[in-house]
């Protein structure tokens, strides 16, 4: 290949997007990036300070507090990047997004998960019910780490199939 043809084909491409979008206010990535996590944080630090001057919790105000500041901060975060976000330099969504290979896979992973819950659930309520039934044995909360595990268990079934599946097929 010459030299030529490198150079227009290199010139032919479009630059790549950011994905996250273009700062309202001019400037780069960094600095959307820090203006949107410190206008949360913000945001959230005086929305946990409110709560915790109304509610009284048991643990004490700071630790209250501390977990309220964690608890909305990504929240904030997501509210602040709608407002500084230019949205014109968003990538443009796929017109019919049922249609792509990667719904495609997606549902076919998702289906294999829900029988594979379907399957596993039928079993444990089984199993809870001749539990109680003949041993004598109340399984309240053991039942609720049990159904806590099955759904962790579902996730990563889910990313494993999705993955498999697109790995053999893309």
Do not use: H
């Not at 630790?63 to 990504?74: K, Q």
């Not at 968003?90 to 819950?117: F, G, Y």
């Not at 003949?134 to 990563?156: M, N, Q």
């Amino acid at each position: 290949m010459s030299n030529t043809n490198r150079n227009q084909s290199s010139t032919d491409r479009q630059p790549r997007a950011l994905a996250l979008g273009r700062s309202r206010f001019g400037g780069g990535a960094g600095q959307l990036l820090l203006l949107v996590l410190g206008t949360s944080l913000f945001l959230a630090a005086g929305l946990s300070t409110v709560f915790s001057l109304l509610v009284d919790f048991q643990e004490g105000f700071w630790p209250g507090w501390i977990n309220l500041t964690l608890s909305f901060w990504m929240v904030a975060a997501v509210i602040s990047w709608f407002v500084f976000v230019d949205r014109s330099s968003l990538p443009k969504p796929v017109k019919n997004p049922e249609q792509t290979i990667e719904q495609s896979w997606r549902t076919r992973a998702q289906a294999t998960v829900w029988r594979d819950l379907i399957i596993l659930f039928s079993v444990g309520c089984f199993a809870s019910a001749m539990l109680m039934l003949f041993a004598d044995v109340v399984i309240s909360w053991p039942l609720s780490l049990v159904c806590a595990g099955l759904v962790w268990f579902a996730l990563g079934d889910y990313m494993i199939r999705y993955q498999m599946i697109k790995r053999a097929e893309g």
